[in-house]
């Protein structure tokens, strides 16, 4: 199976908004809904941050939101904050019952 | 809340066999879900190994399917990954997660620390 194509980096303003793209395949993110985002600060494991495409769990803030057209989803993160500053993860279930992940996203708070 | 910890050597020879135990608490793994290894190399990204149910099936990743064995002991609500004919290319931090897939949704939602494992001889 293939990783999910990810931007290497984004970066954006404190109070700005930024968008992450995943991209996949007809056999992974453009066949089901179940897709989630994680976020992982420097140094700590990763933590779930949106479940199938759009979903928050509780205590993720409502600035991270995500959605999906085709078999590209994507993650925004509105009203940025330096702690926001991580890497970010995609990840969708496969046609082979298996999980793939993006190769990551480096966002950098300016 | 469940909580996670793994537990193993930190270095393993090459050619040997990486064991790795999860301790799961908060939670019966006999009680449902899914069991997840995840790992990923130094600076690089997030790599899933595989996964067992708690009756005792489950998936692995194509690239890793012939060398590596997930078993789940509900007597020490714990469970194992092995990964025979380890190289350096298994140098990584793993970590155990739970793995919850429903109709609708797949994803990890609590996860280990993480433990170092470094190949070397």
């Known amino acids: 199976q293939s990783a999910l194509t990810q931007p290497p980096s984004v970066s954006g303003s404190p109070g700005h908004s930024v968008t992450i793209s995943c991209t996949g395949t007809s056999s992974d993110v453009g066949r089901y809904n179940r897709v989630s985002w994680y976020q992982q600060p420097p140094g700590t494991a990763p933590k779930l941050l949106i479940y199938?495409?759009?979903n928050r769990p509780s205590g993720v803030p409502d600035r991270f939101s995500g959605s999906k057209s085709g078999s590209t989803a994507s993650l925004t993160i509105s009203g940025l904050q330096a702690e926001d500053e991580a890497d970010y993860y995609c990840s969708s279930y496969t046609n082979s019952n298996t999980l793939v992940f993006g190769g990551g996203t480096k966002l950098t708070v300016l | 809340q469940v909580q996670l910890q793994e537990s193993g050597p930190g270095l393993v020879k090459p050619s040997e066999t990486l064991s790795l135990t999860c301790a799961v608490s908060g939670y019966s793994i006999s009680n449902g879900y899914s069991w997840a290894w995840v790992r990923q190399p130094p600076g690089k990204g997030l790599d899933w190994i595989g996964n067992?149910?708690?009756?005792?099936?489950?998936y692995y990743n194509p690239s890793l399917k012939s060398r590596v064995t997930i078993s789940v002991d509900t007597s020490t609500n714990q469970f194992s990954l092995k990964l025979t004919s380890a190289t350096a290319a298994d140098t990584a931090i793993y970590y155990c997660?739970?793995?919850?897939?429903?109709?609708?949704?797949?994803?990890?939602?609590?996860w280990g620390q993480g433990t170092l494992v470094t190949v070397s001889s």
């Open positions: 067992i149910h708690h009756s005792g099936g489950g």
């Open positions: 997660a739970t793995q919850f897939c429903g109709s609708s949704s797949c994803y990890l939602d609590f």
């Open positions: 199938e495409v759009s």
